[in-house]
């Protein structure tokens, strides 16, 4: 069951970034370089981990690399707010950490 959550979480978030142009505006507006090419692989690379995710196929190595995304997108995203204090930081990251917590499941699974 949390296979199916995970898989639609990235599958959709990966879809939305290649349709949204409000995230391409969000992409660039956190400083990165190249964000466009940056948003497209992170969407390419979300839906393939999804759709690996949802047919159990290489569950763990779609998993880290999503970590690795989630990892990436918390430290440049909700870690700044941690000046604002740590109930908002809290209430803004929620999401990302159960994402986190759930991917780690997915990855110490040992019959995948």
Known sequence: ????????????????????????SYFISLGLPEPILIM???AIIEIICGIFILLGKSVKNASILLLVIMIG????????????????????????IVMLI???????KSYR
């Open 73 to 96: 997108a918390f430290l440049l995203t909700k870690v700044p707010l941690l000046h604002t204090g740590l109930l908002h930081f809290a209430f803004h990251a929620r999401l990302d």
């Open 102 to 108: 759930l991917l780690y499941i997915l990855y110490s």
């Open 1 to 24: 069951m949390i296979e199916y959550a995970v898989a639609f979480v990235f599958i959709i978030s990966g879809l939305m970034k290649i349709f949204s142009s409000t995230l391409g």
């Open 40 to 42: 497209n692989i992170v």
